[in-house]
């Protein structure tokens, strides 16, 4: 019914071969040939004549079953590795390891074996700092009575940590901000490893491989930086964040707690002026090679890649509706209006907003969406 379908619609000039071919999954090439099937031997000619062929190499059903009778008959507590041998030995059976275990698992005489684990190789580390950053993020009860996210960036070659605050979520604001102290602090890496967090990656089916044709906001930042993005496909191979999570769960609560530190604000001061430094003078290592990947950043504008973008139509009042807000565009003398043009809005990790029409910044907005008198000023 299906290929009815398609030769009607190409039939009627309303489909392309390839078009046709597409709708039955096949190519255009394929099609043509089941035209041909079709025209000569009608629906009977669309039969896949392998469905009624036997295969030449597949065993006699009486040898199937003697194999099956003769482990019932006095081998059922023999593994199949010991069987086989002495099936071949002593009954002259050609057939391989894989078909005798085959057969027998298919008659539920040997039960089926639990997959082995996979043999996993230590990683070894990058050879200069910067060639590749870690970021991850743990959930954990830091202070009595409330779970925050503590994200943590930090270099693969020698384990410092260039980047470590609190949040009360991860996402894609807080990847933004390690990624920008990170590089404020020691320049441009080459690759970040990640695991694959919806933040990080699109993946279109649970637990497969991710869609790096459709960049998430993090994707897009890094791709206009020139790093690359890594994704992780299993908790062993973030060990060397896993690891310092392990360390830091042990540890920055009780030093927290000593410190009488119950809120965010003074626990990320804390991250930021004692436990990180401490942290990488007892932990860090040195990098295998003499020599740094880091290079500085060249250029303005990091907040404005490292932000999340949107792409709006400015309404008829000049206005922009960006989440519940309208923003207003202010007056300028370089152009009269700006109603139906494609514009582009930042929002930064401080919650603070500016609209972009091309290059050419257009106003900066707070938190709640109002322009601020300086923008005014500058576009007036």
């Known amino acids: 019914m299906r290929f009815e379908e398609a030769y009607a619609g190409w039939q009627d000039k309303r489909l392309t071969q390839e078009d046709a071919g597409q709708l039955l999954g096949v190519s255009g090439r394929t099609f043509r040939r089941q035209i041909g099937r079709f025209e000569a031997d009608g629906m009977q000619g669309l039969e896949d004549l392998r469905m009624s062929q036997v295969s030449s190499r597949r065993a006699p059903v009486d040898e199937v079953l003697g194999l099956q009778r003769l482990y019932s008959s006095g081998f059922a507590d023999w593994n199949v590795k010991h069987f086989h041998a002495w099936y071949g030995s002593e009954h002259g059976g050609t057939r391989s390891y894989s078909w005798v275990k085959s057969v027998l698992q298919e008659a539920k005489l040997v039960a089926r074996s639990k997959a082995r684990g996979k043999h996993r190789k230590k990683r070894e580390r990058k050879p200069l700092p910067g060639m590749m950053v870690h970021q991850d993020a743990s959930t954990h009860a830091w202070v009595p009575e409330q779970t925050w996210d503590l994200v943590v960036t930090l270099d693969d070659a020698t ?12 996402g894609t604001d807080s990847s933004f901000h390690g990624i920008g102290q990170t590089i404020a602090r020691h320049g441009m890496f080459c690759s970040l490893y990640t695991d694959r967090g919806s933040h990080y990656f699109h993946t279109p089916e649970a637990g497969g491989k991710v869609d790096k044709s459709n960049p998430t906001q993090v994707g897009r930042a890094l791709k206009q930086l020139g790093i690359e993005h890594i994704a992780a496909y299993s908790p062993e191979a973030r060990g060397r964040s896993e690891r310092a999570f392990d360390t830091h769960q042990g540890r920055l609560p009780k030093e927290l707690a000593k410190a009488g530190i119950t809120d965010m604000d003074a626990a ?42 949107f792409e709006r139509t400015v309404d008829n009042d000049n206005c ?33 907003m500016a609209l972009f029409h091309g290059p050419r910044r257009l106003a900066v907005y707070d938190t709640q969406g109002q322009p601020t008198e300086q923008e005014f000023k500058q576009a007036a």
């Open 159 to 170: 384990s410092e940590h260039t980047s470590m605050f609190f949040c009360a979520e991860e």
């Open 268 to 309: 990320n001061r804390y991250l930021e002026q004692v436990y990180m430094p401490n942290h990488n003078a007892e932990f860090a290592v040195p990098a295998p090679e003499v020599g740094n990947a880091f290079v500085p950043y060249i250029g303005a504008g990091l907040p404005d890649i490292l932000c999340t973008q």
């Open 320 to 352: 922009v509706s960006f989440e519940a807000r309208k923003l207003q565009i202010p007056s300028s003398s370089h152009r009269a209006h700006y109603v139906k043009a494609c514009v582009r809005v930042h929002r930064y990790v401080d919650g603070t």
